[in-house]
């Protein structure tokens, strides 16, 4: 089955920096990789997502690059503020497979005033 | 007008007991998951259901049962309730017959503490 691998666990980054979180997956059949955000003792909430047939995708100040050949992908956020700090999930899939989602264990991303 | 509740959203409760955790969503999806956290953030699939069908079965102990009335509604009892089951437990939908069958609408969680 798909194994997501996340790194960093965690990551500090001062306010007004970039922060980058890389994930690697083993299923070469995945073709959808999402990214979640989760506030302490809220939901996993999409932030935003990447099919394999695009090798980067942006939403203001966030983007998601893919590397199918090396099946590792990544999140970069740039200009961080203090809401940005929360628990990232990235994950893998192959819908048509009819798989789950497989999430990484999460990367706990603080931001400092 | 919630998307996806969940109830309780405390649990506490004894090992050995029995107990049972609610979903509901008013999304119209067909698909509806049980994924559970544990105290290091570990979001792990336990079950999926199509229509009130059983699709995905991970490995998880068959203490634990999901059912699934109605395609908007599933529910997950707990039998013989052990320690290492404290956690967090997300329900969560999707609507597999849309361009955005992958994502997921997580309900609120439900934590649970077994003493």
């Known amino acids: 089955g798909e194994n997501v691998e996340q790194h960093p666990s965690t990551l500090s980054v001062q306010e007004g920096d970039s922060a980058v979180i890389k994930c690697t997956y083993s299923?070469?059949?995945?073709?959808?990789f999402p990214w979640y955000k989760q506030e302490l003792g809220k939901r996993p909430q999409l932030i935003i997502d990447i099919r394999s047939n695009v090798g980067e995708k942006k939403d203001q100040r966030i983007a998601v690059t893919l590397n199918k050949t090396a099946k590792h992908f990544s999140l970069h956020i740039t200009e961080t503020q203090p809401e940005d700090s929360a628990v990232y999930f990235c994950a893998a899939s192959n819908p048509q497979g009819n798989t789950p989602l497989v999430f990484g264990k999460g990367t706990r991303l603080s931001v400092i005033a | 007008d919630t998307a996806v509740s969940q109830t309780p959203k405390y649990l506490v409760t004894q090992m050995g007991n029995d107990k049972s955790i609610k979903c509901e969503q008013n999304l119209g999806h067909d698909t509806m998951y049980w994924y559970k956290q544990d105290s290091k953030k570990f979001l792990k699939i336990m079950f999926s259901?199509?229509?009130?069908?059983?699709?995905i079965n991970e490995t998880v102990p068959n203490r634990f049962s999901p059912k699934s009335p109605d395609k908007a509604h599933l529910n997950l009892h707990i039998n013989s309730l052990e320690l290492g089951d404290s956690a967090v437990y997300f329900c969560?939908?999707?609507?597999?017959?849309?361009?955005?069958?992958?994502?997921?609408?997580f309900g609120s969680g439900t934590q649970l503490s077994v003493l």
């Open positions: 259901y199509n229509n009130k069908e059983l699709i």
């Open positions: 299923d070469s059949a995945s073709n959808y």
């Open positions: 969560a939908s999707s609507n597999p017959y849309s361009g955005l069958r992958e994502k997921l609408f």
